[in-house]
C-alpha cells in the first residue's frame, strides 16, 4: 500500500466516524491525582478534563513529566495508593465512575473493556511465560472460554497483528522475539478481549524508527476493525498527526489546549503547543537552529502562581504572571487554556497569530 | 598499487542447502536453558554424582546388603570395643553389640536425607508464601510478618529444636516430627529471600502490565512474580536441605533428636562417642563422612544451580 492511499483511507474513515458521532464512552471530569512524596505532595494530575467518544481517537500530548501518563494510569487505577492518591475528581467510563468501583469489578474492566498498550515492549512480557500463555491469560479471564478455545483466540489475535507463523510463535518465550514483534504481542493481547477502549501508552518510544509506523498502523488498523476508542498517549506530534482525530494537549499536570488534529496542529491557540511544534525538526528549517522551548518544565513544589506556562512563554505580560486562565472554550470541542484567547485581549492574539504567518513564511 | 578487482562472486546470505535457522531453533524456556548451562558445570556434575549416588545407596543398599539391621549379632568372638574393617565387615563393627557399621551407615542415609529434603520443602513452601504476600502486598502487611521473621530469627534455633523435640516426643521423636519441627524453621531465611526478590519484580513493567489485563493479585503473586524469583528460592532450598542434614545429625548426637528405632546418621555418631578413646575410630569416621559426602555434594551442586540459574553468569 503507498502512503497516499493510507492517508485517503485514514482521512474517509475519520470523516465517516465523525459523521456517525458515538455517545461519550469515557469522560474524565477534573481528575486529580496527588502524590505525597517525601518533599511535599507532587500534583502530578491536577483538574484534567477530556472526553473520548465511542470509536473515537484522542491523543493527550505533552512533555516528559506533564502528567500524561499518570492520566493514563488513573484511568486504569494502575497508581499504587499510598504514595498516591485521587484528590478529586471522576472518570466515567460507560456511564460508571472508576474511581468508585471495587476491586473485583475494576478487574472486569481492565483487559476486558479498557486494554492498554505499554511504553516498553522489552520489559512488559513476563519473561517465564510463553506468549500464548499470557495472551490466554488475559482471554481465560475475560472470554468464557475454555484453554482450547482460548489458544485458538490468541493464535487469531497473533496472526490479526500480522506475526507470521503464530502457531509456533505462542510457544516462544519474550527474549526469543524483537521489540518490534513484542510490541505486537502487546497489541494482540490488547484486542483479544475485544475492549471498548484501548490506551497506547507511548506505543513507539522504545521501538526503532522503522518500525514505529509500522507498529502506529496496526494500532490504527486494529482500533477500526474492533471499533474501540483510542487514547495515544505521546510526545511526538509527528505521531498525532498521522493516528488520530483530537488532540489534548497538557503542561504540569493540566489540559492547556483540545481540538482536532488539523485545528491544533495548524491554528494553536497557546504558546506552549506552538512550541512544541516549532521545535520539530523539518526539511524546511534545513541549516537553522533546532527551536526548542526555553526553560524547562516548573518544579512540581514551587508552581508559578499564575499560567504555569508564563516562566518559558514568550507572549507573556503581566496577566499571566497574576493569574491562571481558565480553559477558554472555542467553539464545539476547541478550548486554549491562555489568556490570548480571553476577548479583552484580543490585539495580543492577532500579533501573536500575525507572528506565526510570519514565522512560518 | 593493487588493481581495480572486479565484481566479487559473493555467496549467496543463506545458502540454499543450509537450514533457516529461525525456523530451525526450538524454543527454549529458562529450565531447558538452566538445564544446559547445569550439563556443563563440572562441580555442579561431581557435587550432583555425589549427592545422588548417596541417595541411590540409601535407596538400594539396604536391600542388596546381607546383615539385618534390626538384628543384634551374635559374634563368635565377643569384642566390646568393636573391631576395625574387615572383609567380612567393610567399615568395621561397633563397640558394645558389635552391630556391622556399613549396614547402620546404609539404612540410615535413607532417613537423614528424607528429613533433609522434606523439612527444606516444607521451609520453602511456607517461605515463598509468606516472603510472598509480604513482598507484594507491602505496608501493614509486610511490617507484621518480617516483624515476626525477625523475632523468630532472634532465637537461638538450636535450644528451640531441642526443647521442641524434648516436648513434643518426650526426648525421643519419631523421624517426622524431628522434620516438621526443622521445617517450621526453616522458613525463615527464605521468607526474607523472597521477600526482597519481590519486592523488586513488583515494579516490573510486566506486573502493571498483568494488572492491566485485569489478573488478581493472587494470581499476579504466583503466576508471575514467584515463578520469576524461583532461582534463588531452589538455590536456598538446595543448601538448605545440606543444613537441615548437619542439623539433624547435631541434635541426634545430643540425643534429642530421632528415636534409636528409625535411627539417622547423627544416631550412629552419638552411640560411638564413648569408645573413640578406645581407638574405635570407623565407628564415627563412616558415618561422618558418609554426612560430609552429601552435604559437599549438596554444596557443589547448589553452587552449580546458582550459575546455571543465573542469565549473567558466564558458564
Not at chain 1, 510490541?183 to 521501538?207: G, H, V, W
Not at chain 1, 496542529?265 to 534545513?286: C, D, F, N, V, W
Not at chain 2, 513488583?202 to 512474580?225: P, Q, T
Request: aromatic fraction near 8%.
Amino acid at each position: 500500500m503507498t502512503e497516499a492511499t493510507v492517508e485517503t483511507t485514514a482521512t474517509s474513515a475519520a470523516r465517516e466516524r465523525r459523521a456517525g458521532v458515538g455517545d461519550v464512552l469515557l469522560d474524565v471530569r477534573d481528575l486529580r491525582t496527588y502524590f505525597h512524596v517525601m518533599d511535599g505532595t507532587v500534583k502530578a494530575v491536577d483538574g484534567v478534563s477530556f472526553s473520548i467518544r465511542k470509536g473515537g481517537r484522542l491523543a493527550l500530548v505533552g512533555e516528559s513529566g506533564c502528567g500524561k501518563s499518570v492520566t493514563a494510569l488513573s484511568i486504569m487505577q494502575l497508581i499504587d495508593i499510598p504514595p498516591g492518591e485521587f484528590a478529586g475528581g471522576e472518570i466515567i467510563f460507560d456511564g460508571v465512575d472508576l474511581l468508585k468501583l471495587k476491586t473485583s469489578a475494576l478487574r472486569k474492566i481492565r483487559g476486558g473493556e479498557i486494554a492498554m498498550i505499554f511504553q516498553e515492549p522489552m520489559t512488559s512480557l513476563n519473561p517465564v511465560m510463553s506468549v500464548g500463555d499470557q495472551i490466554m491469560e488475559a482471554v481465560l479471564l475475560h472470554h468464557k472460554v475454555d484453554k482450547k478455545g482460548a489458544l485458538a483466540i490468541a493464535t487469531q489475535a497473533l496472526r490479526d497483528v500480522g506475526v507470521a507463523d503464530p502457531t509456533r510463535r505462542v510457544r516462544q518465550y519474550p527474549h526469543e522475539l524483537s521489540g518490534g514483534m513484542r510490541q505486537r504481542i502487546m497489541i494482540a493481547m490488547a484486542l483479544s478481549c475485544d475492549p471498548k477502549l484501548i490506551i497506547a501508552d507511548e506505543p513507539t518510544t522504545a521501538l526503532d524508527v522503522t518500525i514505529q509506523r509500522q507498529i502506529l498502523e496496526l494500532i490504527k488498523a486494529v482500533q477500526e476493525r474492533t471499533g474501540a476508542a483510542l487514547l495515544l498517549i505521546t510526545h511526538d506530534l509527528g505521531v498525532v498527526a498521522e493516528t488520530v482525530d483530537d488532540v489534548a494537549v497538557m503542561y504540569a499536570g493540566r489540559v492547556v489546549e483540545t481540538g482536532t488534529v488539523e485545528e491544533v496542529l495548524l491554528h494553536p491557540k497557546m504558546p506552549y503547543t506552538r512550541g512544541l511544534l516549532e521545535s520539530i525538526p523539518s526539511q524546511a528549517k534545513r541549516g537553522q537552529r533546532l527551536s526548542a522551548i526555553k526553560g524547562s518544565v516548573p518544579n512540581p513544589f514551587r508552581m508559578p502562581n499564575g499560567c504555569k506556562f508564563e516562566p518559558r512563554c514568550p507572549y507573556a505580560w503581566e496577566t499571566c504572571s497574576e493569574s491562571e486562565p481558565e480553559l477558554i472554550q472555542l467553539g464545539p470541542d476547541r478550548t486554549a487554556r491562555c489568556w490570548l484567547n480571553d476577548k479583552r485581549f484580543h490585539d495580543r492574539l492577532a500579533e501573536y497569530e500575525a507572528s506565526m504567518s510570519g514565522g512560518r513564511a | 598499487m593493487a588493481e581495480i578487482i572486479g565484481p566479487i562472486d559473493l555467496p549467496p546470505a543463506t545458502p540454499a542447502d543450509q537450514p533457516d535457522y529461525d525456523v530451525q531453533l526450538e524454543s527454549l524456556n529458562q529450565w531447558q536453558i538452566a538445564w544446559r548451562r547445569f550439563k556443563r558445570h563440572r562441580m555442579a556434575l561431581i557435587g550432583s554424582s555425589m549427592f545422588f549416588g548417596m541417595v541411590i545407596i540409601g535407596l538400594i543398599g539396604p536391600l542388596i546388603f546381607q546383615y539385618d539391621p534390626y538384628k543384634i549379632p551374635v559374634p563368635e568372638v565377643r569384642v566390646n570395643a568393636g573391631r576395625p574393617p574387615s572383609l567380612a565387615h567393610l567399615f568395621g563393627e561397633t563397640g558394645r553389640l558389635q552391630r556391622d557399621v556399613l549396614t547402620l551407615v546404609i539404612n540410615r542415609i535413607r532417613y537423614s536425607l528424607l528429613i533433609g529434603v522434606i523439612a527444606s520443602a516444607i521451609g520453602a513452601i511456607v517461605g515463598t508464601i509468606v516472603g510472598g504476600v509480604a513482598g507484594f502486598f507491602g505496608g501493614w502487611t509486610d511490617t507484621i510478618l518480617m516483624r515476626i521473621v525477625d523475632a523468630l530469627l532472634s532465637l537461638p534455633l538450636l535450644f528451640v529444636i531441642l526443647a521442641f523435640s524434648q516436648f513434643i516426643g518426650q526426648g525421643a521423636a519419631s523421624w517426622v516430627t524431628i522434620t516438621i519441627i526443622f521445617g517450621l524453621f526453616g522458613w525463615l531465611g527464605i521468607a526474607r529471600l523472597v521477600r526482597a526478590v519481590i519486592l523488586s519484580l513488583r515494579e516490573a513493567d510486566y506486573v502493571d502490565a498483568a494488572r492491566a489485563a485485569g489478573v488478581s493479585d493472587r494470581r499476579i503473586i504466583f503466576r508471575h512474580l514467584i515463578p520469576n524469583s524461583l532461582s534463588p528460592i531452589i538455590v536456598a532450598t538446595t543448601l538448605g536441605v545440606a543444613g537441615v542434614i548437619i542439623g539433624e545429625a547435631f541434635v541426634s548426637f545430643l540425643g534429642f533428636g530421632v528415636d534409636p528405632l528409625t535411627p539417622t546418621l547423627g544416631n550412629i555418631l552419638s552411640g560411638s562417642l564413648e569408645f573413640i578413646s578406645q581407638g574405635n575410630w570407623w565407628w564415627a569416621f563412616f558415618p561422618g563422612a558418609s554426612i560430609v559426602v552429601i552435604v559437599l555434594g549438596i554444596n557443589f551442586m547448589g553452587d552449580g544451580l546458582r550459575d546455571a540459574l543465573d542469565p549473567r553468569s558466564k558458564i
